[in-house]
């Protein structure tokens, strides 16, 4: 199971509204497989016919064990604003940091590879 927090990074919007191919996205969205199920409607019909367990019977069980690196919290502090998501220079003043989010984290780099859901969603 892999839970996107919204509120933490606005690339997970952007990410879902790019596969669901609309702007306007209703929570939860729940992919099977690296599929697009659907949302909650979809989910409760599939367990009420028995077809839920059919799809996720086959996955293999998540291991249990967080990441060293971020606790399995997925994000980590950006090292090069510290976590001010600003950068001061001499000629410019203060500028926005283009390494982090607007909360000034980064997707850990251990256990979130920038372009893994990139390269599952489009194969």
């Known amino acids: 199971m892999d839970e996107c927090d919204l509120s933490m990074d606005g690339m997970y919007l952007d990410e879902l ?20 199920i659907g949302g909650v409607k979809e989910i409760t019909e ?3 016919s028995g077809d839920l367990k059919k799809l996720i019977g086959g996955l ?18 950006c090292e090069q604003c510290s976590g001010s998501h600003k950068i001061y220079a001499a000629k410019y003043g203060f500028k926005n940091c283009i390494a982090c ?12 590879p920038s372009q893994r859901r990139r390269r599952s969603s489009s194969s």
């Open 46 to 48: 599939l367990h009420e």
């Open 60 to 77: 293999p069980l998540s291991g249990t064990s967080a990441c060293d690196t971020c606790g399995g919290l997925r994000f980590v502090v």
């Open 17 to 36: 509204q790019e596969i669901i191919g609309s702007k306007k996205v209703t929570l939860p969205v729940v992919f099977i497989g690296g599929k697009y």
């Open 101 to 112: 989010n607007v909360n000034g984290l980064i997707r850990c780099p251990t256990c979130v």
